[in-house]
């Protein structure tokens, strides 16, 4: 069975839905609504107006999340991981995301050498399957993992 690349929800959004614009311009997450939404690489990303979802279509590869908004520390790691979204940090205009709080006072320490592993690793981590989360619940490979508990409201 072929896994995404990117972390996705159930219903193939981004970043919990998070609106990625606000990352890189307030350094903030913030939800992003289901009514501006915008595909990039075969994947939903929210925003929270008209204009924001189309200066991230004017430049799409500038805004992504690093590692298809897996944790930038899990993938330096050699693993796939979700992330908090309040779990970032932008490096050279480059959005990362990682597991928790705990987890960014970690990659914070040495981000250079982070972002070096991380690359590294990369193209095999993300051929592993998806770490199995309420919002994947409905995900053939996480249905028996998770259950049937509700994704994150929007």
Same mark, same amino acid.
């Given at each position: 069975?072929?896994?995404?690349?990117?972390?996705?929800?159930?219903?193939? =959004?981004?970043?919990?839905?998070?609106?990625?614009? *606000?990352?890189?311009?307030?350094? @903030?997450?913030?939800?992003? %609504? !289901?009514?501006?939404? /915008?595909?990039? *690489?075969?994947? =939903?990303?929210? +925003? %929270? %107006?008209?204009?924001?979802?189309?200066?991230?279509?004017? +430049?799409? @590869?500038?805004?992504? @999340?690093?590692?298809?908004? +897996?944790?930038?520390?899990?993938?330096?790691?050699?693993?796939?991981?979700?992330?908090?979204?309040?779990?970032?940090?932008?490096? *050279?205009?480059?959005?990362?995301?990682?597991?928790?709080? %705990?987890?960014?006072?970690?990659?914070?320490?040495?981000?250079?050498?982070? =972002?070096?592993?991380? *690359?590294?690793?990369?193209?095999?981590?993300?051929?592993? !399957?998806?770490?199995?989360?309420?919002?994947? /619940?409905?995900? !053939?490979?996480?249905?028996?993992?998770?259950?049937?508990? @509700? !994704?994150?409201?929007?």
């Amino acid at each position: 069975m072929m896994h995404p690349t990117s972390n996705l929800d159930a219903n193939g =959004i981004l970043l919990h839905g998070d609106h990625v614009m *606000e990352y890189h311009s307030m350094m @903030a997450a913030k939800m992003g %609504s !289901p009514q501006f939404t /915008s595909l990039y *690489e075969g994947d =939903i990303y929210r +925003f %929270s %107006s008209a204009a924001n979802r189309d200066m991230f279509k004017q +430049f799409p @590869a500038r805004y992504a @999340a690093a590692y298809g908004g +897996f944790c930038a520390m899990g993938v330096a790691l050699g693993k796939k991981l979700d992330v908090d979204p309040m779990a970032f940090r932008t490096v *050279e205009g480059k959005l990362y995301l990682n597991l928790n709080s %705990s987890v960014q006072r970690d990659w914070v320490k040495a981000v250079p050498g982070n =972002i070096m592993k991380a *690359e590294r690793n990369w193209p095999k981590v993300r051929e592993l !399957p998806d770490p199995c989360t309420p919002a994947r /619940s409905l995900l !053939p490979w996480c249905q028996d993992a998770v259950g049937s508990r @509700a !994704p994150r409201p929007t």
